[in-house]
Nanobody
Framework: QVQLVESGGGSVQAGDSLRLSCAAS????????SGWFRQAPGKEREFVAC????????YYADSVKGRFTISRDNARNTVYLQMGSLKPEDTAVYYC????????????????WGQGTQVTVSS
């Protein structure tokens, strides 16, 4: 079992920055990849970014590449998503998740999920 708790969401203006955090506990060692997804109202959950345990490998969705940065602090069992140059289309509930796969980009590739944190970007 793995427990994930996201934090850091909020309401910001377009162009602002925001950092999300995801604190993990439990059997995290069994899952080497951490990822962020988002889901806007009426839309499917979509992949945002993922990072492997050593932080050597990261992967981003094209829609956030160059604006978002995923990182992790293994000593704190925490994964971060630094979001910059935010746009109204980034508005969604953001979820963190863990996977045992290498470059998982589909929701079904992930095993555990947090409860989500709302990010709202106004123009």
């Amino acid at each position: 079992q793995v427990q994930l708790v996201e934090s850091g969401g909020g309401s910001v203006q377009a162009g602002d920055s925001l950092r999300l955090s995801c604190a993990a506990s439990g059997r995290t060692f069994d899952y080497g990849t951490s990822g962020w997804f988002r889901q806007a109202p009426g839309k499917e959950r979509e992949f945002v970014a993922c990072i492997n345990r050593s932080s050597e490998r990261t992967y981003y969705a094209d829609s956030v590449k160059g604006r978002f940065t995923i990182s992790r602090d293994n000593a704190r069992n925490t994964v971060y998503l630094q979001m910059g140059s935010l746009k109204p289309e980034d508005t969604a509930v953001y979820y963190c998740s863990v996977s045992a796969l290498m470059y998982p980009t589909r929701p079904n590739d992930y095993n555990y999920w947090g409860q989500g944190t709302q990010v709202t970007v106004s123009s």
